[in-house]
């Protein structure tokens, strides 16, 4: 008997989009409404999981003491674990309470963002963008601007912004596209990785 020899399944290509005439001027229409790459801006879009806010404190911070070190050991400790409970709430508290107003502005984010974290009273995300725009007042945009971009796009589409030359590549450089002309919402219209 003679074994049937299947062809192999032709692979699927998706449809290259044709940049046509309504696509241009849709285009235009957005990058009118490009918002400023500064705190006003970054923060208008609601944060889509709050670890990603936390994150995103963590990585500007730089402990000024030994509290401070003391603090930051434990909110890296939590954001790694992903540990969420009533415990690391209440300890965030005691760091913030026992600081008070010597604790560096960030430290103080991180803390508060995990509180809403492990909480889950986020307003929608839109509670980390009040905590962060408020404690970045004092540092410089240009130390600002590569952590943002790469938190948010965390946040947005569940990978980190740098190629790595694998099939999310394309939703990476969209991001950054539109991400640094100031498009947040396009930016965060991109559809996740993980989905």
């Not at 049937?4 to 409404?33: C, F, G, N, T, W």
């Not at 003491?65 to 930051?72: H, I, K, P, S, Y």
């Not at 974290?117 to 404690?135: E, H, K, P, Q």
């Amino acid at each position: 008997m003679k074994k049937s020899r299947r062809k192999p399944a032709k692979k699927v290509h998706p449809k290259q989009p044709k940049i046509d005439d309504d696509l241009a001027e849709l285009a235009s229409v957005l990058d009118e409404y490009r918002l400023d790459l500064n705190s006003d801006g970054w923060f208008t879009v609601p944060w889509r999981d709050g670890w990603n806010a936390v994150g995103f404190a963590i990585s500007l911070s730089d402990p000024q003491d030994d509290a401070d070190r003391e603090a930051l050991t434990f909110i890296n400790t939590t954001f790694h674990d992903r540990r969420s409970d009533a415990y690391v709430y209440w300890q965030a508290s005691e760091f913030l309470q026992s600081l008070g107003r010597d604790i560096n502005m960030v430290t103080s984010a991180a803390l508060r963002c995990l509180q809403v974290t492990t909480s889950n009273s986020s307003g929608g995300g839109a509670v980390f963008n009040a905590i962060l725009s408020r404690a970045l007042t004092e540092l410089p945009v240009n130390y600002i601007i590569e952590h943002v971009l790469e938190w948010r796009c965390r946040d947005a589409i569940g990978t980190t912004s740098f190629l790595q030359g694998d099939l999310h590549d394309r939703r990476r450089r969209a991001f950054k596209i539109a991400w640094e002309r100031g498009l947040f919402l396009a930016a965060y219209a991109i559809r996740p990785t993980r989905s």
